[in-house]
């Protein structure tokens, strides 16, 4: 399927937790395929959307190469929780005993490529004179363990800057067959996060997305996702660019 209604070549897509995917080199984390096909390994149909929403808007997408167990894109250089050990329930064999020299090594092969490559795709944005967008997308599991149902839809996660956030809540709580959560079932304030760091902190308007994963386990489900999302991204973008103050002559 083409671009619908012209490319934005001013929106980038990221997919922090893409893959489930562990490197020969770390010789495995000790979980089984169950475990490495639930929600702590990656973010179950993210990446099927994020492929499916570039491609029908025309939009640059960054994605993550490893499991979020291997090292966490989405967490700050110096976060305890950047190579989890324990995980709704889960012990990481293969992290219990994680020296400081291998999580500095995982930093250097996965961690910082992933957000160089982010940089690079904004910064080709603003060196064309473009106003770049950053849209994060994420799903989560309806469920976690001994805690309760998570009602919500979609979440939209964000911290200080709502110029993205708010022309896209309008737009899906339009929708009536949607429960939309403002800032659910997470917050967006996270300092050192992957919004923070190329969003907050370089001023560039953001949103995190968040799809329940129940609701894009299957290729034909991720593609309704895109499809569905894809116009209200659109609509809430050109909104975003009408506010934006005149060019100066």
């Known amino acids: ?10 929106l980038v897509l990221v997919c922090d937790h893409a893959r ?4 020969a080199e770390i010789g495995g984390l000790g979980l089984g395929a169950e475990d490495m096909g639930r929600h702590i390994a990656y973010d179950i149909g993210a990446r099927g959307v994020t492929l499916g929403l570039a491609e029908r808007l025309g939009a640059a997408a960054v994605l993550s190469t490893v499991s979020r167990l291997v090292i966490d894109p989405n967490r700050g250089e110096d976060d305890p929780t950047l190579v989890m050990r324990l995980y709704d329930g889960s012990v990481i064999p293969g992290n219990r005993r994680v020296t400081a020299e291998e999580v500095a090594r995982r930093i250097a092969a996965y961690h910082r490529p ?12 603003l060196a064309a004179g473009g106003v770049p967008a950053l849209v994060s997308i994420h799903s989560f599991t309806p469920q976690l363990r001994n805690r309760p149902w998570r009602p919500w839809h979609i979440g939209l996660l964000w911290d200080r800057d709502d ?6 809540a309008r737009r899906l709580a339009a929708e009536p067959d949607l429960v939309v959560g403002e800032n659910e079932p997470y917050t967006g304030r996270l300092a050192g996060d992957c919004m923070w760091r190329h969003g907050t902190n370089r001023g560039i308007a953001h949103v995190l997305v968040e799809i329940r994963n129940d609701l894009i386990a299957t ?5 309704a996702w895109a499809e569905r999302l894809a116009p209200a991204l659109r609509d809430a973008l050109a909104a975003f660019r009408r506010g934006l103050p005149a060019p100066r002559g």
């Open 219 to 223: 290729p034909e489900t991720e593609a």
């Open 1 to 10: 399927m083409s671009a619908d209604a012209g490319a934005i070549t001013d």
């Open 20 to 23: 489930n995917r562990v490197p």
């Open 114 to 125: 992933y957000h160089a490559a982010i940089d690079a795709e904004l910064d080709r944005v």
């Open 163 to 168: 110029r993205l956030l708010r022309p896209l």
